[in-house]
């Protein structure tokens, strides 16, 4: 067959099949001559932040976040756990951000990761001797399928160049293990899992599937090898993997650490995530297929259909086909090294493919991996498993393909050989284009950070971007444009976007008032100083009651769409109060608990939070003299806010009130405290005063 292909050299085959799928994929992105970014400006941009906080890492020495601790969120250490970190491709990035603006930087990445995926599949099948022409089109539904297409707003999932390599080496050591090899296969399975940690756990998930298949299947002179191997280097190979899991470990260590901050993922939250039978079919809008596959979508689950559109397209069920006609009818026409590698990667496929499968009334094996298998527990999306699963079939598929092509019994004439190639590859490369992908322009977003970030420059040593809820845009805008602000102006902010806040952060749908990002920098042991800016949009007119209160007017910088009000930091607290009391008893009975109702004012200007280390709650003390003629100070109990109270806002609650131990006549005391820190009683704030008869239950 390739020599019907003179009219191309190879590496031109290679080059237009590449590029094909690079126009598939980035279509828009080329088009507009980079004027439009792929895909929307949630995950886009905060990828894209990711690979500028390890840029400026690497050239900056005042750089103000820390490795693991980019400076979002701010004061929140290792918020970088909370999503991919992308070390293992950002060099990639670096490389073009030395040269090019950070936007115009990611969005050739995007294409490079892309490109190198493609090349690291084809020399693959290149060592295995596979046809050229079926080689690139591996490689191009290896890099560019439409489940990777679909998800190209999750640019997390595009980086897998090293799991071709690592399948290589790892092969090779299966077959004949040297130490050499050991030790490469660990590093690029190493180097996998920092280009993206979901790309790397489900090719760490699937390799002991494949070596335990592999150990089954192989010629006993395959495992006498190999145990061979492992008698003669026991030291040095358990020495290896030793520092790779040490390695691993302290690179994941992070990641452990969020997990114990933040909890680990519900099952009933992956439950929604896991794949069912018709995600395998479901179709992204402007597939060729919607058409007649869109139905199929209607079915699964909300609002996470995006994750469960994994159907790459007829191509991947002809190869199943394929597969299974040469494993069980054709056996013959495959070398023993390519039938023992087809059978381990189809039967590791069928193994991906039934294990987090969803089943009716919520059966799934995924519940035993999720409560056993280490990371298990913090893995959202498994519908994302299909990034490994097609990897194992396409190497499957193409192997016996390129067989029954290679067999003078099954097909005999060279030009029908073409012909059915070139079919193939028409099939499966026109069935990836999606048309209409999601796209917005950058140079708005990057007009508002600029201006922003100019902002934050003129005296900021903190800053926070507030924004009305009821804007109509999503939420994470402005936190993303707020995070990116500030890595352009070098300054923290107390914004941020991540598939989870951080503990005590509140929802990060919801803007912060000036409190509430007070009460936050103070939930941390920092003597936090400087200039908080809190910036609004000119269009909201904000009119906060509590800037009068802190007497900032004086203290705003103007720009053309934006107020920065600036805040020197830290603010001395004034601790007063309003209680009015109803219906309080004037005798009680000891061990006889009262509710009081009141209402309750925050007259201080700081906020009344419920939560944190600090928290603010009711409280009482009883002062008198004891029926023993004994002075008795005593603390009371606390009732809990049940949210939050900002200065000005005004609670009613049911005080829980036990009175002493011994019969006498007290004073209570009614007031709020803050944990830790101060009784508003004790600094001459107003409260009242009732005078009470405690007598025995006699």
Request: hydrophobic letters at 50%.
């Amino acid at each position: 067959m390739n020599k019907n292909l003179k009219i191309f050299s190879i590496p031109a085959l290679y080059t237009i099949v590449c590029v094909v799928g690079i126009l598939i994929a980035f279509y828009p992105t080329i088009l507009s001559r980079f004027a439009l970014i792929q895909t929307d400006p949630g995950d886009t941009r905060l990828n894209n932040y990711f690979l500028e906080h390890s840029f400026q890492l690497l050239i900056n020495k005042d750089y103000a976040g820390g490795l693991w601790s980019p400076a979002f969120f701010y004061p929140y250490k290792n918020v970088l756990a909370f999503s991919d970190n992308l070390f293992g491709s950002a060099p990639i990035y670096w490389l073009f951000r030395l040269f090019l603006s950070a936007d115009f930087a990611f969005q050739i990445w995007m294409i490079a990761v892309c490109i190198f995926s493609f090349a690291s599949f084809a020399l693959l099948m290149r060592r295995y001797q596979v046809r050229h022409l079926l080689s690139a089109l591996g490689a191009l539904l290896f890099a560019f399928s439409m489940p990777r297409i679909n998800q190209i707003g999750h640019q997390q999932l595009l980086p897998q160049f090293f799991t071709p390599l690592a399948f290589l080496v790892g092969w090779e050591f299966f077959l004949q293990p040297t130490r050499k090899k050991i030790t490469l296969f660990l590093l690029l399975i190493y180097l996998q899992v920092l280009a993206g940690i979901y790309l790397g756990w489900f090719l760490l998930f699937s390799l002991p599937i494949f070596f335990a298949i592999a150990y089954k299947l192989a010629p006993a002179s395959v495992r006498h090898n190999l145990l061979s191997y492992c008698r003669v280097d026991y030291k040095a190979t358990i020495a290896i993997i030793l520092v790779w899991a040490a390695t691993m470990f302290v690179t994941l260590l992070p990641y452990l650490e969020a997990k114990s901050d933040l909890g680990k993922r519900s099952y009933s939250e992956v439950d929604t995530m896991l794949p069912r039978i018709s995600s395998w079919f479901a179709v992204a809008p402007g597939s060729l297929w919607a058409p007649l596959l869109s139905w199929v979508s209607k079915s699964l689950p909300m609002p996470w259909p995006g994750e469960h559109r994994i159907f790459a397209g007829v191509i991947m069920f002809l190869l199943i086909g394929v597969s299974v006609y040469t494993l069980f009818k054709s056996y013959d026409i495959l070398t023993v090294q390519r039938a023992l590698l087809v059978k381990v990667c189809f039967f590791v496929f069928i193994a991906l493919f039934f294990l987090p499968l969803r089943l009716p009334f919520g059966i799934s094996l995924w519940r035993i991996i999720y409560e056993v298998v280490p990371g298990a527990s913090v893995i959202r999306a498994v519908t994302r498993i299909w990034s490994v699963a097609y990897f194992y079939l396409l190497v499957a598929g193409i192997l016996c393909f390129d067989s029954l092509l290679q067999s003078t019994v099954i097909i005999k004439r060279r030009l029908f050989k073409l012909v059915i190639v070139s079919i193939f590859c028409l099939i499966g490369i026109s069935e990836q284009l999606i048309f209409n992908l999601p796209n917005y322009e950058k140079a708005p977003l990057l007009k508002e950070t600029t201006e922003i970030s100019s902002l934050m420059k003129q005296g900021c040593n903190v800053a926070y971007l507030s924004s009305s809820s009821n804007v109509k845009k999503p939420f994470y805008i402005d936190q993303l444009t707020a995070m990116g602000a500030g890595i352009e102006a070098n300054i923290p902010v107390v914004n941020g976007y991540s598939s989870a806040p951080p503990p005590n952060y509140g929802d990060i749908g919801e803007p912060l008032s000036i409190p509430q990002v007070l009460n936050w920098l103070s939930f941390f042991n920092k003597n936090i100083s400087g200039k908080l800016c809190v910036i609004f949009p000119k269009s909201l007119e904000q009119k906060d009651s509590f800037l009068a209160t802190l007497a900032l007017q004086k203290n705003t910088i103007v720009s053309s769409n934006f107020i920065s009000y600036r805040i020197q930091l830290p603010i001395e607290q004034i601790f007063q109060q309003e209680i009015k009391v109803f219906d309080y008893p004037k005798i009680m009975v000891i061990n006889l608990q009262n509710k009081v109702p009141i209402i309750v004012k925050n007259t201080s200007n700081f906020l009344w939070s419920n939560k944190g280390n600090k928290p603010t709650n009711l409280s009482y003390k009883w002062i008198g003299i004891d029926s023993q003629g004994k002075p008795t100070n005593i603390e009371g109990n606390r009732t809990q806010l049940p949210f939050d109270v900002a200065p000005g806002e005004s609670l009613a609650i049911n005080a829980v009130i036990k009175p002493p131990t011994i019969p006498g006549k007290y004073t209570l005391i009614l007031t709020m405290v803050q944990e830790t820190v101060a009784w508003f009683s004790d600094k001459q704030s107003s409260y009242p005063k009732i005078d009470v008869t405690v007598r025995s239950d006699s």
